[in-house]
């Protein structure tokens, strides 16, 4: 395997990953249809751009964490944002006992874990984290965190938009 740092998909992704991060980073917003439209858009490329992020496991140092207080300050902010838009509901679970109960969920928690993930390993690469580290951290994260809440966001933002 290449070197992710080297890859087009690797560039396409830590592209799209500082676009969207600039744009949480900037909430709260006063225009709520304008920031739906722009996150919309710019998580659907994250989303797109982690599908052709190819990595595998390095060791190495990792991506410092993002404190849980700079989480809670994104999340008020798109709270602030999103106002009556923020809750939702969804099916999560697709199979075992609690498959197919709707439950709620709250669009500025998934932004907000989407942008933690991300900003981490920005900051990482920004600090000299190795990039194959970087790479296999949202892979990971993709599969198996953010992933999912990336999905839900644009769910409920196209619905939210266009109802």
Do not use: N, Q
Request: include cysteine; proline fraction near 5%; hydrophobic fraction near 45%.
């Amino acid at each position: 395997m290449a070197s992710p740092v080297r890859t087009e998909g690797f560039s396409a992704f830590v592209d799209a990953a500082r676009r969207f991060c600039a744009l949480i980073d900037g909430a709260p917003y006063p225009d709520r249809d304008d920031f739906a439209a722009r996150a919309d858009r710019t998580l659907a490329d994250v989303h797109a751009a982690a599908l052709l992020l190819d990595a595998e496991f390095h060791d190495g140092p990792s991506s410092p964490p993002i404190s849980h207080e700079d989480w809670t300050a994104r999340f008020d902010a798109l709270s602030e944002t999103l106002g009556d838009w923020s809750t939702y509901w969804s099916v999560f679970e697709m199979e075992g006992p609690e498959a197919g109960e709707a439950i709620e969920h709250f669009l500025d928690d998934d932004l907000a874990d989407v942008w933690r993930d991300l900003k981490a390993g920005l900051l990482g690469l920004d600090a000299g984290v190795a990039p194959e580290v970087v790479a296999w951290e949202w892979r990971l994260g993709h599969r198996i965190h953010w992933g999912r809440h990336a999905v839900e966001a644009i769910r409920a933002l196209h619905v939210r938009r266009f109802e």
